[in-house]
């Protein structure tokens, strides 16, 4: 193993099998099947997160607070002099 | 006249997109290369011989690209979150957002990946089938507790 590791480092990135693997890379015939399966579960979530951000923002129940949270001065109060 | 944080969606979107990217890692680091039970293509390319187990490490490693810019797109989100006085700070709803991004991310590559497009199954072999459907469930039961704790951080947050 070790030397078939050694062997590789010293004759690669040129050597026989890796220009093999560059050509099967370059002439993938579904390419874009390959490229769909990895990005499509990422691009869902995207979305689903989205929806989360919007979702976070509805008031719901959480009109009052206690002390224990950080408070925030209301936006429609006028700024100190 | 006082007001308090009440909005949680930019801390849950940034939670639950960086949970997406942790938990894209989880899969990537652990069933991709220390266990090896599959990779990005492997049903369709089965990683026999060298030229195909570095066709499988190039989508291995255009899957980990995605994972990293979804960890990195969670972490700008979380900061920006951190800067708006309109978010309360939870450290529940922030760890119940990773969790819900990992369920989701489990779920949905699940879904697409191994049963829809069939670009690789989770433990290859004759209980494939139970595999896939057992990393489905964790996705659920992830997303499921997520939510929980989610629901709880907000509620902690009422009077």
Known sequence: MLVFAANLATNCPDCPPVRAARAAVADDPELWLHVL????????????????????????????????????VARSSPPEP | ???????????????????????????????????????????????VDLVAMKFNMMWDGMFHVLTWLMTVVGLALLWRAGRRDDVPWSGTVFVGSLVLGW???????????HQILGLHHVHPGPDQLAWDVGFLASGLVFALIGVALIRTGRRAARP
């Open chain 1, 37 to 72: 399966g990895v990005l499509a579960p990422f691009c869902v979530i995207a979305v689903v997160a989205g929806g989360l951000y919007r979702l976070g923002a509805a008031p719901g129940k959480e009109h009052r607070s206690c002390a224990h949270i950080r408070p925030t």
């Open chain 2, 1 to 47: 006249m006082r007001t308090y944080p009440t909005n949680s969606g930019p801390l849950i979107a940034a939670g639950t997109v960086m949970g997406v990217g942790l938990g894209g890692f989880v899969d990537g680091i652990l069933l991709h290369q220390v266990l090896q039970w599959h990779n990005m293509l492997s049903s369709r390319v089965p990683p």
């Open chain 2, 103 to 113: 369920g989701l991310f489990n779920f949905v590559e699940g879904v697409i990946d």
